[in-house]
């Protein structure tokens, strides 16, 4: 690949500033118990670049539904402001539940003690759009180096969470591979961090290859932190012909091809993490188009009755 998620969200940046919009009705038609399958549009990134729209298309006919994006910045959505492509979503039948947007300590001002108006407009633009969450994916390795440090940005990311409350939506961390592989004060970050987010304030999205190559195996994790997982990225895992997407030796592939054991997965965090998202993402691709993968992977999850 000529460009991992990993280095796609380190070089990412935003540009951003506003005000609030609020929005109480977002989370009003779901029915109690219900599921939510869809991709995240990382998965096609390429195909996104060069044509959005067309890419678009393409998913809604083979019955997705539901995207999360992995592209925001200067107040626009793959080149679209929130109002227009919540518009061209509409049009195609699909909806955007979740977002992936970094969030880091520049988007809070200590001298006001609030949110800076970028981070509000990232929140506004979210809402617009028809977003339920929206999900931080990265944690600055500045802010990993010092156990007060990490704890300042996690009582950030609770108050990200009341601010999201405001508009109707949810706020949420998304891991990798590096939450498991550091320790603070004899703690790994990532217990650090589902110790320190209050869990009414943010979601946990667990990414269940990021972490393999790390050690991290989902369903031990369950186990410690059972219903603590409303949002789930959907993977399995090969051995890497090369450096891995996590800069190790694996790399993701369609799912059930793998050595995941990937429905035991989502059927017990269905039943006992408390996880209603389930989110197909899929970064390499084995010598096919990502959007062949994107088809094969959505026949795999319904196939197991999602």
């Not at 988007?107 to 981070?119: E, M, S």
């Not at 800069?247 to 793998?258: F, Q």
Request: aromatic residues 10%.
């Amino acid at each position: 690949m000529t460009l991992t998620r990993r280095k796609f969200l380190v070089k990412s940046s935003l540009s951003l500033a506003g005000t609030m919009f609020l929005s109480n009705q977002i989370f009003a038609t779901r029915t109690a118990g219900s599921t939510t399958l869809g991709i995240q549009l990382y998965s096609v990134r390429d195909d996104m670049k060069t044509d959005p729209l067309g890419t678009l298309k393409q998913l809604s006919a083979m019955g997705y539904k539901n995207l999360e994006h992995a592209n925001y910045g200067d107040r626009k959505f793959y080149g679209y402001s929130a109002a227009e492509f919540k518009k061209v979503l509409n049009d195609l039948g699909l909806k955007m539940p979740s977002g992936h947007t970094v969030m880091t300590g520049k988007h809070w001002d200590k001298n006001a003690n609030d949110f800076t108006d970028g981070w509000k407009q990232t929140v506004e633009d979210a809402a617009i759009a028809g977003q339920r969450y929206v999900i931080s994916p990265w944690l600055d390795d500045s802010l990993r180096k010092n156990y007060d440090d990490l704890l300042g940005m996690l009582d950030i990311f609770n108050k990200s969470g009341e601010l999201c409350q405001k508009s109707g939506m949810k706020f949420g961390y998304h891991n990798h591979d590096f939450e498991f592989k550091e320790s603070l004060n004899g703690k790994k970050v990532y217990d650090i961090i589902l110790e320190h987010t209050d869990p009414k304030l943010v979601i946990q999205q667990i990414d269940i290859g990021n972490m393999y190559g790390a050690g991290g195996r989902a369903l031990e994790i369950l186990k410690k932190y059972p219903g603590r997982f409303e949002s789930m990225h959907v993977k399995d895992e090969i051995k890497s012909t090369a450096k891995g997407e996590m800069d190790d030796e694996y790399d993701s592939t369609v799912l059930g091809k793998g050595i995941l054991p990937v429905k035991k997965i989502v059927d017990l965090f269905k039943k006992s993490g408390g996880t209603t998202e389930f989110i197909i993402e899929q970064e390499s691709y084995q010598g096919k188009t990502p959007l062949e993968c994107s088809e094969e992977d959505l026949k795999v999850m319904k196939s197991w009755g999602y």
